[in-house]
């Protein structure tokens, strides 16, 4: 999480030096989405973490591949929450 930088940082510099235009457009995009692609590693590890603590899945949970989609598309599905969240 530390990799992050706030776009509030991006937008400070951009005010600062009277940023405009479409370079400075571009930056503030590609801070938000390497913001959310690094939060996305980050709870993609934490299942990953997860996964393993658990061990070999018991009888009761289910095959093995539903175990590790349900760890794949659990952060992914948790962004898109949070987008349609956010947007409303």
Do not use: W
């Amino acid at each position: 999480v530390m990799v992050t930088r706030s776009p509030a940082t991006a937008i400070a510099v951009l005010k600062e030096v009277d940023g405009r235009g479409p370079f400075c457009s571009l930056t503030l995009n590609v801070v938000i989405l390497k913001d959310m692609f690094v939060i996305i590693l980050y709870a993609l590890n934490m299942e990953g973490i997860k996964f393993v603590e658990k061990g070999i899945a018991g009888p009761d949970d289910g095959p093995m591949y539903f175990l590790v989609l349900k760890a794949i598309l659990h952060p992914f599905f948790a962004v898109v929450c949070s987008m349609i969240l956010g947007a409303a």
